[in-house]
């Protein structure tokens, strides 16, 4: 099921109706949008990477010799 296209969008507490926008508006919030769906796609890599951090880090220290207490 398609999402239905916005009539209005809210740019800066502004909110413009998408008919009044000109064609370079409109391209402009598409990058926009295309921009914040990159950096949302980003942060979940970057949070895999994290969590795939901590797992290597605890195998390295597990793997390390003991250190003998006196």
Do not use: F, H, W
């Not at 009044?20 to 950096?39: H, K, Y």
């Not at 970057?46 to 797992?55: D, E, G, N, P, S």
């Amino acid at each position: 099921m398609a999402t239905p296209t916005p009539t209005t969008v809210t740019i800066d507490g502004q909110q413009y109706a998408m008919a009044d926008l000109s064609q370079e508006a409109r391209n402009q919030l598409l990058n926009v949008r295309i921009c914040d769906e990159e950096i949302a796609r980003l942060r979940q890599q970057l949070a895999i990477a994290q969590t795939a951090r901590v797992a290597y880090a605890k195998a390295l220290a597990d793997a390390l010799p003991k250190q003998q207490s006196d």
